[in-house]
């Protein structure tokens, strides 16, 4: 689910299914392909013409979302002829003013775009993004109407299945208000889980451009949506969509897909 080179961005024939078709589920699939900080007016051309305006879909059961760079979305946009949508790859967590550089929630809405990439690993890695400063833009961002794909990475070098679930369930608690630290603070940090897509990113795997093991990523999701249930309510661990962001290609996705609590994907395009 890479598109790799500069030049030729071509969309590929899927082969017929011949194994057991996929179980439905009550979720719609959601696809999300992350360009990050690739490309130029051309690629832009490339990948739109060649690949996006190529695809099709029952948009009754798969949602397709496309995040170039910010200052490449009004070209892209004004190319694209498919039902796909745009998402913005980052926010900022104030509203406007006197904030030079930043882009707010409410810009992103007036210019049509409805979702927005919030708490990525290289966010939070490369730019010191806190737990706090994630919390705040997924408020803000939700304030103003978008729906949110928020990031949880796992961050642990030698996979430890305790201890991985332990750092996931802290920043999931932080952002429902109910993490211990946040609690005692008095602080109240609710974010809208109808409004938002968990996207689990083991961020080992994804670095080596690997993909992680199937029955991994089946369990940390389905602890996800465990979590859902018990600690949100019944209804929003059952509706809210869980999607892995790791490396997949033509050869996994759909194994990926036939797990029950894997709902889709987000990818790069490099």
Known sequence: MEAKGKGKVEAKKQPPAEEEEVESKPRKT??????????DLAYVKEMVNNLLNKMTFDPAVLEVLTAPPLVHIPAAKAML??????????????????????VTAESLKDFGIDWVIIGHSERRLLFQESEE?????????????????????????????????LAIAKQLGFLNGTDEVIVNLGVEKKIDWKKTVVAYEPIVVTAAKRSASIESVEETCEQ?????????????GQELRIIYAGAVNEGNCKVYMMQKDVDGFLVFFI
């Open 30 to 39: 959601l696809i999300v392909g992350n360009w990050k900080c690739h490309g």
């Open 81 to 102: 002829t498919s039902q796909i949508q745009f998402a913005a790859q980052n926010v900022s967590a104030c509203a406007k003013g006197a904030l030079t550089g930043e």
């Open 133 to 165: 400063v994630v919390a705040a833009k997924v408020l803000e961002a939700q304030k103003q109407g978008l729906n949110v794909i928020l990031c949880i990475p796992d961050q642990l070098d030698e996979r430890d299945a305790a201890k991985a679930w």
């Open 224 to 236: 996800i949506r465990k979590w859902a249930q018990e600690t949100v309510a019944p209804e929003v």
